[in-house]
Nanobody, 119 residues
Framework: QVQVVESGGGLVQAGGSLRLSCAAS????????IGWYRQAPGKQRELIAH???????SYADYVQGRFAISRDNAKNTVYLQMNNLKPEDTAVYYC?????????????WGQGTQVTVTS
């Protein structure tokens, strides 16, 4: 019912910026929130930022002040602006859409986009 596709990853130098995009399609009206996650090699997937259908945002402490999540409702797209990138930000970044459909909670994951930050 809902699909998400990430884009915008790439290779950047430390201190640089990237903007990731998460484009949602399908039954987008059922989405309650979009979260950005990342997973580095050998580590667990972690929540980086979240935006609710009402526009409330939240961030992991370690990206607070550097990353910003936003949305363009007309395009059904959520963005993650990443500034002052550090090598430890290197990971695969995933978009997750969650909501309620037919009385059950669902989660839909994108395929991920690689972000590599060089020293």
């Amino acid at each position: 019912q809902v699909q998400v596709v990430e884009s915008g990853g790439g290779l950047v130098q430390a201190g640089g910026s990237l903007r990731l995009s998460c484009a949602a399609s399908g039954s987008t009206s059922s989405i309650n929130g979009i979260g950005w996650y990342r997973q580095a090699p050998g580590k667990q997937r972690e929540l980086i930022a979240h935006i609710s259908s009402g526009g409330t945002t939240s961030y992991a402490d370690y990206v607070q002040g550097r990353f910003a999540i936003s949305r363009d409702n007309a395009k059904n797209t959520v963005y993650l602006q990443m500034n002052n990138l550090k090598p430890e930000d290197t990971a695969v970044y995933y978009c997750n859409a969650w909501g309620m459909r037919y009385g059950s909670r669902y989660n839909t994951w994108g395929q991920g986009t690689q972000v590599t930050v060089t020293s």
